[in-house]
């Protein structure tokens, strides 16, 4: 491949931050490239001819046909499976994700998450609307044992974030062998997953949404869990069985659940999660971060310098495909 030092940033931003400051970001850190922001439909498809590196947070297969001399298409998403990936094999196009640049504020989200229940904030915070200077019991995190189900950047950010509390660990991820920054780390054989559930007080789900992890915690996982555990959902909505988590919650087989993903979501205003006053609802906000732009760039702007340095989209950081 012949190195090319132009890069077009596609229009649609995110978490309400405007695209301008990401197509500043790669400007900063890329001199030497020709930065292009398409601020309109008709700019996206006239300028995405001649570019060699697109980013963005979605291409459709109408644009991705005009795009002549595409090289690279570096997602603006961790996830990529919105993507039309077979067309986009299909004209040789290397595509990247934005993996690694939620780990901070995801892990800090769960963290929160974590203490609020360990504390019972939501307990002080209903007695505080009521005027109520009445005392309630609360608990440690230390001692506990958490469960992190997927071990990506996510995973290890929350787990790296729990480790100064006192906590065991457990890690479950595709191949247990691998290992990771748990005190134990299983696999996602059903044996093994209810094995860690009835040692769980806390349950993080931080995985992709897969075949295989679709469903994952339905009602027979929520009758293993200890009565007294918290489910924090920051993966993907039907990773949970949304029926089966209301009916726990109904039947207190569980202490509470923080999600910040659901299914359906958005969540209808008549769902019964809302009325539950040991239910934490966040609009899939834990992604949210001011800083969200800056680590995208950061990793976009390496893998322009070394097409540059090396002629080759060969060994990209966060290369999906292919």
């Known amino acids: 491949m012949t190195a090319r030092r132009d890069l077009l940033v596609l229009r649609t931003g995110t978490h309400g931050t405007p695209v301008e400051a990401y197509a500043e970001a790669l400007r900063e850190r890329l001199p030497d490239y020709d930065v292009r922001l398409a601020r309109t439909p008709a700019a996206e498809r006239?300028?995405?001819?001649?570019?060699?590196?697109?980013?963005?947070?979605?291409?459709?297969?109408?644009?991705?046909?005009?795009?002549?001399?595409?090289?690279?298409?570096?997602?603006?998403?961790?996830?990529?499976?919105?993507?039309?990936?077979?067309?986009?094999a299909e004209r040789g196009v290397t595509v990247t994700n934005a993996s690694g640049v939620h780990g901070p504020n995801i892990g800090e989200h769960v963290l929160g998450s974590i203490l609020a229940f360990t504390r019972r904030?939501?307990?002080?915070?209903?007695?505080?609307?009521?005027?109520?200077?009445?005392?309630?019991?609360?608990?440690?995190?230390?001692?506990?044992?958490?469960?992190?189900?997927?071990?990506?950047?996510?995973?290890?950010?929350?787990?790296?974030?729990?480790?100064?509390?006192?906590?065991?660990?457990?890690?479950?991820?595709?191949?247990?062998?691998?290992?990771g920054p748990a005190d134990e780390v299983v696999g996602f054989g059903e044996d093994a997953i209810h094995e860690a559930l009835a040692r769980t007080d806390y349950l993080v789900l931080a995985c992709p949404l897969t075949d295989e992890t679709r469903g994952l915690i339905g009602r027979e996982e929520l009758v293993t869990i200890d009565p007294d555990a918290v489910v924090v959902n920051v993966a993907r909505g039907p990773v949970v069985e949304t029926d089966a988590l209301v009916s726990a919650l109904r039947s207190n087989r569980i202490r509470g659940a923080a999600v910040d993903v659901t299914d359906p979501e958005p969540l209808p205003e008549e769902h019964p999660l809302w009325g539950f006053e040991n239910v934490r609802i966040t609009p899939h906000n834990a992604g949210h971060t001011p800083a969200y732009y800056d680590r995208l760039a950061d990793i976009v702007a390496g893998n322009a310098e070394r097409i540059a340095e090396n002629g080759s989209t060969e060994g990209l950081r966060n290369q999906v495909h292919p």
């Open 46 to 88: 006239e300028e995405i001819r001649d570019a060699g590196i697109v980013t963005g947070m979605t291409i459709d297969e109408d644009l991705l046909a005009r795009a002549e001399k595409m090289a690279v298409f570096a997602c603006a998403y961790a996830g990529t499976g919105h993507l039309p990936m077979d067309a986009l």
């Open 121 to 179: 904030f939501h307990v002080g915070e209903r007695r505080q609307r009521r005027r109520e200077w009445r005392h309630y019991q609360a608990t440690e995190l230390q001692g506990s044992t958490v469960t992190v189900v997927g071990m990506g950047a996510i995973g290890e950010a929350v787990l790296e974030r729990l480790e100064p509390f006192g906590v065991e660990t457990i890690g479950v991820r595709y191949t247990a062998e691998k290992g």
